[in-house]
């Protein structure tokens, strides 16, 4: 069992940065790929970043490449997303999540079927 928690979130200007960070409970983190996702108003969540286990490769939704970063400490149980030059379209709750022995194989780290383990949420919203 994984609880996920986000924070970080908050109320910023368009060409700001934010950093959220998402705690993990465990002893095994270090073995989850861990995914952010976001959901704006009205809209379906998307996928975001996702960082591997292992390696520590990460993956990028082409909207947010060269502008957000994933990383992660396992030492810590965390995992982060550093967000810079944001943009009011990036206004959306971002969850972070973790995935599972059991689907780890049948789906992309770009795939919310792949997750398990979904944290609450935190809001981000960027003015213009």
């Known amino acids: 069992q994984v609880q996920l928690v986000e924070s970080g979130g908050g109320l910023v200007q368009a060409g700001g940065s934010l950093r959220l960070s998402c705690a993990a409970s465990?002893?095994?983190?270090?073995?989850?790929?861990m995914g952010w996702f976001r959901q704006a108003a009205g809209k379906e969540r998307e996928f975001v970043a996702a960082?591997?286990?292992?390696?520590?490769?990460?993956y990028y939704a082409d909207s947010v490449k060269g502008r957000f970063a994933a990383s992660r400490d396992n030492a810590k149980n965390t995992v982060y997303l550093q967000m810079n030059s944001l943009k009011p379209e990036d206004t959306a709750v971002y969850s972070c999540?973790?995935?599972?022995?059991?689907?780890?194989?049948?789906?992309?780290?770009?795939?919310?079927?792949?997750?398990?383990?979904w944290g609450q949420g935190t809001q981000v919203t960027v003015s213009s």
């Open positions: 999540a973790a995935d599972s022995e059991r689907t780890k194989d049948r789906f992309t780290v770009g795939s919310m079927a792949r997750y398990f383990y």
């Open positions: 465990g002893r095994t983190f270090s073995t989850y790929t």
């Open positions: 960082i591997t286990r292992s390696s520590g490769t990460t």
